[in-house]
């Protein structure tokens, strides 16, 4: 089954690592295929960024993200400019204090950039927080797979605190996904 | 091995005019590579395009003879590639400062281990005499009928600032300072930098009543002042005389150098 | 793992140990890769001040007998022009790597596009022919560049990897083998002269430092090297012999993909623009439709044309006003169709439908 999974927010937050870590997650440790494709553009810093995934059980063909079926939203101008057109059936997850818009589709609001910032005293986590969010929330890559992911790809001597951060994102997935 | 063992007689006869000074320097630049005892094995020749750039043609060893202006750039792939290897680059005024000068400014920064000789004739020979960035204002040459109104690329001082190891500056005059100078440039690592102003009675002196080789030789030294004297003179304050260009060692250091030999 | 990355990889599992570059947008991960890697490879990095001087040094390497490589986009490969034709005309084997994006001119730096295919194979002045590759995904980055340098050894002639910016920089999984097999061109024979080709129009090869003496030149030159500028004779002798070296070597360097040949209609394509074909094909299983994908677009293989025996019109999707397409017509005589895309993005699966809908 085809999904395709764009993440966007502001330069700086780690929108495209987000993207990367989850496409690994599901190419290299659950055995799917995957395609990572981002706009690329002067946003280093501040700006709309914007990564995606493509994630399915057969090779992915046509490479591109056209109609996403899960969305990952982390700033308003994010919203504005690549979550406005999220078709019915979607799933979007929303970094609630940072979105004030809300879709026509189902949509989960993840408190992250608070959680970082609060409970785990470093903010610059919350994309990983946003990830356990979203793996918990849509099952779409393994938790082992989205973990070995996560390790991978950040920084010597943060590993405790990034995944202190996936599993607190865990958390705040399953309580969103509760009716 | 004698200096002549380094041609290819094959290629004989070559294609420089009477009188030309080219072939002074590629003596010289021959007799500083016998004084080095450098194998032909591993000796590469480099240059553009251009008269000066026709001379690896005519030596026994492996050369590349590439386009215009890109020479340095060439021999810095051969020389960081292979440092063992011992590069020397003849190139001349139009193609080292004016097609080429980024690269010349480049490989100087560099100071890639390599030796570059320029015969500076003040003039694009090859294509028939036309104005080049070292032809001095005034002088007469296809592309400037009313006397060059820019100024001139002072080659060696270019080279000091931009960072060689070692720069200097001869004529086809001086044969055995020169020699001594690409040797010198030769054992100095990192860049080395021989400008030589030489004579091209063909398509400069003609045009600029040096008509003879003799009085274009003459003309050329009585103009070339060695860099001490210059120095002397112009801290006591007293007059150079118009046209007046320094000889000698320019600069000797130890900078950085890339494409060693280890 | 990322597009220009793999073809790092690609490179250094080559054997390449030269990289001289200079930074553009889309193809400066590349340069990136090679910084980080060639010098514990025992290779040399080299940032080189422009890409006339990258193209250069690379040649030079090459020289010295290192496999060496760049890597760029549009506009450093305009300014690499003069030196491509140079390294065909001294039978250098080298490796240029193109990521195209927008253009003409500075155009769209981020944005992926194929209207450099005609600069590849024409750019420089002259005749003269070279051999193209186009990859299609991450792992193709890294094994079209392996074979790259196999190509530019064996045929001592550059070669290029035609990429773009969307299989540059698209991540996807790639397979790494433990070792690649490497051809080293055919040493120069004893009593051989340099550029003496033996009856495959190929030269030996005898690196700086082999001891034969050998004098490289763009002139014109007979088959001791030697400038021979005037003589009709030796110039048709010798650029003859580099545009036939490669051209009647077509069936050996192709390399394609045919896919429902029995189909009346069909897709002809390289590069990215196949993976939206190949969604078509896979989306509609009841519906016969052909599809030609180049791995090498140069020399072209027109012969592949022929394994579509019931095709009725060739259809031909490219990120350009149309290119590659000109090629196809001239040597078909069913009509062939450009659907042409410019502006950076892939044709999505609904339009090539609507294009397969409209001229079926």
Redo the contacts between chains.
């Keep these: 089954m085809r999904h395709e999974v764009r993440f966007s927010g502001y330069g700086g937050q780690g929108i495209i690592l987000s993207a ?1 870590i989850l ?1 690994r997650a599901a ?2 440790y659950d055995g799917k ?9 002067p946003e280093a810093r501040g700006g709309a960024s914007m990564g995606q995934v493509v994630i399915d059980d057969a090779p ?5 993200v ?1 109609d996403p079926d899960i969305y990952v939203i982390m700033s308003q101008q994010g919203f504005e400019k690549y979550g406005t057109r999220a078709r019915e059936d979607a799933v979007m997850l929303i970094d609630a204090d940072l979105v004030r818009s809300r879709p026509a589709c189902r949509a989960y609001e993840i408190p992250a950039t608070a959680e970082a910032k609060t409970a785990l005293g470093r903010e610059i986590v919350a994309n990983i927080v946003m990830i356990g969010a979203l793996v918990a929330a849509t099952e779409i890559v393994s938790r082992e797979a989205i973990e070995r992911a996560v390790l991978d790809s950040v920084p010597k001597g943060t590993e405790n605190l990034n995944i202190k951060a996936l599993k607190r994102g865990f958390e705040l997935g399953e309580r969103a996904c509760k009716p | 091995m004698s200096a002549s063992e380094w041609f290819r007689e094959d290629r004989l006869p070559h294609i420089y005019c009477t009188g030309c000074g080219n072939g002074t320097v590629i003596n010289c630049t021959l007799a500083a590579v016998e004084e080095m005892g450098w194998k032909r094995d591993e000796t590469v020749f480099v240059s553009g395009i251009g008269c000066s750039s026709r001379a690896p043609g005519y030596i026994l060893t492996d050369s590349l003879h590439t386009t215009h202006g890109r020479a340095l750039a060439f021999a810095t792939g051969v020389k960081m590639a292979r440092p063992e290897f011992n590069v020397v680059v003849f190139t001349g005024d139009g193609d080292l400062a004016a097609i080429g000068g980024n690269h010349f400014i480049h490989a100087c920064r560099r100071n890639v281990d390599m030796t570059v000789v320029c015969m500076n004739n003040q003039i694009y020979g090859m294509t028939g005499g036309q104005g080049s960035p070292t032809t001095p204002p005034g002088a007469i040459s296809t592309t400037t009928p009313y006397g060059a109104s820019e100024p001139a690329f002072d080659l060696a001082e270019l080279a000091v600032a931009a960072g060689a190891n070692y720069v200097a500056r001869w004529t086809s005059y001086h044969v055995k300072e020169l020699t001594k100078a690409v040797t010198t440039g030769m054992q100095t690592p990192g860049l080395a930098f021989v400008e030589v102003r030489t004579q091209c009675p063909t398509n400069y002196g003609r045009h600029n009543k040096l008509r003879t080789v003799p009085a274009m030789i003459e003309h050329i030294r009585s103009h070339a002042m060695l860099v001490e004297k210059y120095n002397r003179l112009t801290a006591e304050g007293k007059p150079i005389p118009e046209g007046t260009f320094t000889v000698g060692e320019l600069v000797r250091r130890s900078r950085p150098a890339m494409g060693v030999r280890r | 793992m990322q597009g220009n990355t793999a073809c790092a990889e690609g490179a250094l599992a080559a054997g390449c140990r030269f990289f001289g570059g200079y930074p553009i947008t889309p193809s400066t991960e590349i340069a990136e890769t090679m910084a980080r890697r060639l010098p514990k490879a025992g290779g040399v990095f080299i940032s080189m001040e422009d890409e006339l001087a990258s193209i250069a040094a690379v040649i030079g390497a090459a020289w010295t007998g290192a496999r060496a490589m760049t890597a760029t986009s549009g506009p450093g490969f305009s300014l690499m022009m003069e030196n491509i034709g140079y390294a065909a005309m001294t039978e250098t084997p080298c490796v240029v790597v193109n990521v195209q994006r927008g253009g003409p001119s500075t155009g769209q730096p981020t944005r992926a596009a194929q209207g450099d295919m005609f600069q590849c194979r024409f750019g420089s002045h002259g005749d003269y022919s070279t051999i193209a590759l186009t990859p299609n995904s991450v792992q193709e980055m890294f094994d079209l560049t392996v074979k790259a340098f196999d190509l530019a050894d064996r045929f001592r002639v550059p070669t290029f990897l035609m990429a773009d910016e969307i299989v540059g920089h698209m991540r996807e999984r790639v397979t790494i083998p433990d070792s690649v097999e490497a051809t080293s061109p055919r040493p120069l024979a004893e009593g051989s002269l340099p550029f003496e080709a033996n009856e495959n129009g190929i030269p030996g090869f005898a690196p700086f430092g082999s001891g034969r003496a050998v004098h490289v030149t763009g002139l014109t030159h007979d088959e001791r090297g030697y400038p021979d500028t005037t003589d009709p004779e030796a110039h048709d002798r010798l650029v003859r012999r580099l545009v036939t070296k490669i051209e009647s070597a077509r069936r050996a360097i192709a390399d394609y993909e045919v896919m429902n040949p029995d189909a009346e209609t069909v897709f002809v394509t390289y590069g990215a623009p196949s993976r939206t074909v190949e969604q078509v094909i896979h989306d509609r299983p009841g519906d016969s439709i052909g599809h030609l994908r180049l791995r090498v677009v140069w020399p072209f293989p027109e012969f592949a044309l022929k394994e579509f025996p019931n095709a009725k019109v060739f259809l031909m999707p490219e990120l350009n006003l149309g290119q590659m397409v000109r090629e196809v017509q001239r040597h078909v005589d069913q009509p062939v169709v450009a659907i042409p895309k410019i502006g950076g993005e892939l044709h999505t699966p609904a339009e090539l439908v609507s294009a397969l809908e409209e001229h079926r």
Aim: net charge negative; proline share 5%; glycine share 10%.
């Design positions: 990367v496409g190419a290299l295929y995957a395609v990572q494709t981002q706009v690329y553009g992915i063909l046509y490479p591109e056209a």
